[in-house]
């Protein structure tokens, strides 16, 4: 088992607690995570949108061991051509197992 600091083996972390909106296929067919002002912090306002690898992990309790898929997601500011309007920060992400199982 290897051992040290946990930023030798990771660039960074990000968590969410998902809105209905953003999870449930009921509620939307939207394939978008708002992004807070603490994952801009982290993860920078960039001009062009930004594809970024990515780990997803659902957690429940009622499952032994998480479902885990290596994806991507793409951040963007869904309003980079409304100049009137701020910027709001979004990451699209694409169908996966992990999405699949939040709804």
Do not use: C, W
Request: no cysteine; charged share 25%.
């Amino acid at each position: 088992m290897k051992s040290g600091y946990l930023s030798e083996y990771f660039e960074g972390v990000a968590a969410k607690r998902l809105s209905a909106v953003e999870a449930d296929r009921t509620r939307s067919n939207q394939h978008e995570y708002q992004a807070t002002k603490s994952m801009l912090t982290f993860m920078g306002k960039p001009i062009e949108p930004t594809r970024i690898p990515t780990r997803f992990l659902y957690l429940s309790d009622n499952d032994a061991e998480p479902v885990v898929e290596d994806a991507f997601l793409t951040l963007y500011d869904s309003r980079k051509d409304q100049p009137h309007r701020s910027a709001e920060y979004r990451f699209y992400f694409p169908t996966t197992t992990v999405s699949l199982s939040a709804a």
